[in-house]
């Protein structure tokens, strides 16, 4: 699976849009890019995956650009709530989720 | 619906004690892993069961961990015997299909502690 690459940290203030980048270089064009969160003291959580087309949720929105070298998940407006370890993972048909440091979300007043 | 759900929250014990971790997945879903974050590392994968069958177990770090899905239902994960190492929280998730397909939902982890 492709090795992915994300800042440490992120502020936001709330009700403003969090966008998280994560770099994936090395992504073969089978691979599609999934984002999990996982707030203090719960498991991780699903939130959104693509392959080539932008994707929306009811939670957020995925970019991916054109030569999917990279993306951004966008919160469209961040709660306190949103305050998570935010991972980006890369996934070929595997059963497994390779997750990395992922990037700490915090969200202020 | 009901989610992942894990059993006990938490579990305290002794060095060279056993310990069993229980996981129901989500009804209906064939798929259910494992993982595990020990402190300070990151969130690594154990092993994944379809139905009763394991299908992968190459995450499982020694023979102190037994992983069993009796029935293709619920999994337990027994380690035996504990060492200080073990101390960690331990994830269960499952799917309907393989990742690519569907995502995994996660139950709350269970906070293991070995003294």
């Known amino acids: 699976d492709a090795k992915t690459t994300q800042p440490p940290s992120m502020d936001c203030a709330e009700g403003r849009a969090a966008n998280l980048p994560c770099n994936h270089s090395?992504?073969?064009?089978?691979?599609?890019v999934y984002w999990y969160r996982q707030i203090h003291s719960q498991g991780p959580q699903y939130i959104i995956h693509?392959?080539?087309n932008n994707e929306t949720n009811e939670m957020a929105s995925l970019i991916i650009t054109e030569d999917r070298k990279s993306s951004t998940l966008i919160l469209p407006h961040a709660t306190l709530r949103d305050t998570a370890v935010y991972y980006c993972i890369a996934v070929l048909n595997t059963d497994k989720l390779i997750f990395g440091t992922g990037t700490r979300l915090q969200v202020f007043p | 619906e009901a989610g992942v759900t894990q059993f006990p929250s938490h579990s305290v014990i002794e060095k060279g004690q056993t310990v069993t971790l229980r996981c129901d997945p989500i009804s209906g879903h064939d798929n259910l892993y494992w993982y595990r974050r020990v402190m300070g590392k990151e969130i690594k994968f154990l092993l994944h069961?379809?139905?009763?069958?394991?299908?992968?177990e190459s995450g499982m770090p020694n023979n102190r961990f037994l992983a069993e899905r009796t029935g293709g239902t619920y999994s337990t994960l027994k380690v035996q015997p504990a060492e200080l190492e073990d101390s960690g929280v331990y994830f269960c998730?499952?799917?309907?299909?393989?990742?690519?397909?569907?995502?995994?939902?996660f139950g709350p982890g269970t906070r293991l502690t070995v003294l």
């Open positions: 090395t992504i073969s064009g089978n691979e599609y």
């Open positions: 069961f379809v139905k009763e069958s394991k299908q992968d």
């Open positions: 693509g392959l080539k």
């Open positions: 998730a499952s799917s309907q299909e393989w990742l690519a397909e569907d995502t995994q939902y």
